[in-house]
């Protein structure tokens, strides 16, 4: 089981940008998802989670409004779809998963398997 973020770049404040989550080793949907996002020096925080098979999505305060998730899969992939971004978006993204089915541990802390980040700066 394998993830790999990709997607993220430098992007004007309000702008728009959407990230990959390509997967690998299991199908959109068997998992839990989650997309995590952690400035150096700082605590990594949950951006957003869905669970097995999108029957749900949950959101924290700060994409609310914002962010969106959705999948191609056919390509077996998840993508978040960031707008109006601010500077306090700017950190390295995430995504995340449990091979345990842990929806939970994979929308709190995140689940056993990680990929590598994708760094999102969003000047002002």
């Known amino acids: 089981v394998q993830l790999q973020a990709s997607g993220g770049g430098l992007v004007q404040s309000g702008g728009s940008l959407r990230l990959s989550c390509a997967i690998s080793g299991f199908t959109v949907g068997y998992y839990a998802i989650g997309w995590f996002r952690q400035v150096p020096g700082k605590e990594r925080e949950a951006v957003l989670c869905?669970?097995?098979?999108?029957?749900?999505?949950y959101y924290a305060d700060s994409a609310k409004g914002r962010f969106s998730v959705s999948s191609d899969n056919a390509k077996n992939v998840v993508y978040l779809q960031m707008n109006g971004l601010k500077p306090d978006d700017t950190a390295v993204y995430y995504c995340?998963?449990?091979?345990?089915?842990?929806?939970?541990?994979?929308?709190?802390?995140?689940?056993?398997?990680w990929g590598q980040g994708t760094l999102v700066t969003v000047s002002s």
């Open positions: 869905i669970s097995r098979h999108f029957e749900d999505t």
């Open positions: 995340t998963t449990d091979r345990g089915f842990s929806e939970a541990r994979v929308c709190r802390n995140g689940g056993d398997i």
